[in-house]
């Protein structure tokens, strides 16, 4: 559950590819529209491509992707964005979630991970349900993807994804919009981004390419159980 279309894509898509190949079904949900991505494109615009980016990103490996529109810079933990998390939780019926650090460089994906959070405990809560949900049988187990470059971020779980990180370079060119605009605004090309970070986080625990996680280890999420592929 990422805050922007291509959040996810940077941070965690090689591990979303093996969870695919070894048959497990993948729900991608972004917050955000998308609608600031642009330096010369109307909102509307930018918010259509951008959409249109994410369901072939997802198609890219064969997962589900839903959004929620909320415009760029908006996001905002409060009783809205608390009650459509949950509803979209106990619609989704996730074994677990990815989603931002709580210390993440921006608002947004720190609203994101506090929405994830606080929502996810409530989500047996039946007086939360609606006609398309139910109340969850457990507390889902919740994983930090890393933030972007790695800063500020210490790992203790890692996923091997040597052999889907073409997957992943593939799911990110989908988001064709943001690779020039994202290197003029930021001065950064996030191919380059991606591939180094993915390799300094194998370097780490002895692969060629790896994503690092942070599990949100409070009760009654802790397991015993490697849930990571």
Known sequence: MGAHPDDIEISCAGTLARYVNDGTRVTVLTLSSGDKGTFDLPAET??????GECREAA???????????????????????????????QTIEPDLIITHSPDDYMSDHVETSKAVTNASFFTMCPQFCTKDGKP?????????????????FLPNEYVDITDTFD???AMYEKHASQHTYLEERQNQDFFEVIKTSARYRGFQSGVTYAEGFRRYDVSPRISCARLLP
């Open 59 to 89: 198609a890219v490996i064969g997962a589900e992707w839903m959004g929620f529109g909320i415009p760029d810079g908006t996001i905002v933990w409060g009783e809205t964005l608390h009650t459509r998390m949950i509803q979209a939780i």
């Open 167 to 169: 997957a992943k370079i």
């Open 46 to 51: 930018i918010t259509t491509i951008r959409e």
């Open 136 to 152: 969850a049988s457990k507390v889902v187990p919740v994983f930090f993807m890393d933030n972007i470059c790695g800063v500020g």
